[in-house]
């Protein structure tokens, strides 16, 4: 799997939307660009998922530059519920691939 | 719907005893994972389920663990002689095998050996 970079902390209002930014420069062609988050003594929470088109769930948005070397994890209105650490995975998608998790960025949603 | 389970919640055991960590996956997903997860670090793979066929086990740090799936649903993640490097939290995924591989977590079971 293709190795992510992301800055390992940042901070937000709450009410405004968290940009949480992602390098994945050396990614394939064939993999796709996973977020999962974990609060605070809880399991990882699966967020969404992109290969090339930006997806938008009921959660968060996912931007894909066209180069796909970058994403960012788009919070339209964060609470303080969404503090956790945000995990960027590249992973070709398919049964058996187990998550290898980086450092990920600690978000603090402040009030 | 119902998530992924896990029990016990916390166990803690001394050093030398067998414990069994129990997994309910979300009903209908086909593929199920242990993961362990240490105090501030990332994720250790142990074991894939998927089906009926053999399991991965790729992640098993030793031949004290081993885990079982009786009718592809239910499994059983059991550590025997447990030592203190063994504390950690333990955690169990399912998915689905196809089209969509996103895991789904369970909320772990915490193990503390004395």
């Known amino acids: 799997d293709a190795k992510t970079t992301q800055p390992p902390s940042m901070d937000c209002a709450e009410g405004r939307a968290a940009n949480l930014p992602c390098n994945h420069s050396t990614i394939s062609g064939n993999e796709y660009v996973y977020w999962y988050r974990q609060i605070h003594s809880q399991g990882p929470q699966y967020i969404i998922h992109?290969?090339?088109n930006n997806e938008t769930n009921e959660m968060a948005s996912l931007i894909i530059t066209e180069d796909r070397k970058s994403s960012t994890l788009i919070l339209p209105h964060a609470t303080l519920r969404d503090t956790a650490v945000y995990y960027c995975i590249v992973r070709v998608d398919n049964a058996g691939n187990m998550l290898t998790f980086g450092g990920g960025t600690r978000l603090m949603v402040k009030p | 719907g119902a998530g992924v389970s896990q029990s016990p919640s916390n166990k803690v055991t001394e050093k030398g005893k067998d414990v069994e960590l129990r997994c309910d996956p979300i009903?209908?997903?086909?593929?199920l994972y242990w993961y362990r997860q240490s105090l501030g670090q990332g994720l250790e793979f142990l074991i894939y389920f998927q089906g009926n066929s053999a399991p991965d086990k790729s992640g098993l740090p030793s031949d004290r663990f081993s885990a079982e799936r009786t009718g592809g649903s239910v499994s059983t993640l059991t550590i025997q002689r447990t030592q203190q490097e063994d504390s950690a939290v333990y955690l169990c995924a399912s998915s689905l095998a196809y089209p969509r591989y996103e895991q789904y977590f369970g909320p772990g079971t915490r193990l503390t050996v004395t």
């Open positions: 009903s209908g997903h086909t593929a």
């Open positions: 992109g290969l090339k």
